[in-house]
């Protein structure tokens, strides 16, 4: 998220883990291996959804931006 928003939200992130609307999934396969995060069914009742296909598309300007691993097949040249 640090990424994408430029901000610290570790203890946003943290308050959320705590609330149990978050969990922590796993690591990611990139530099640094940062904890990726889930939600969990706790999150799910307290905005009353029964899974998250309910949950309205993001614009596509809050889209992720490329994965390293994207980035480096389109900028590896081509013979």
Do not use: W
């Not at 994408?4 to 690591?27: C, F, I, P, Q, Y």
């Amino acid at each position: 998220m640090e990424h994408v928003r430029g901000v610290d939200s570790s203890s946003v992130v943290n308050t959320l883990v705590e609330k149990e609307l978050l969990m922590e999934a796993g690591r990611l396969d990139v530099p640094g291996k940062p904890i990726a995060y889930a939600t969990t069914p706790h999150f799910l009742r307290c905005f009353g959804l029964q899974s998250l296909e309910e949950l309205p598309p993001l614009p596509v300007s809050a889209a992720p931006q490329e994965t390293a691993e994207e980035t480096e097949e389109t900028d590896t040249p081509t013979a």
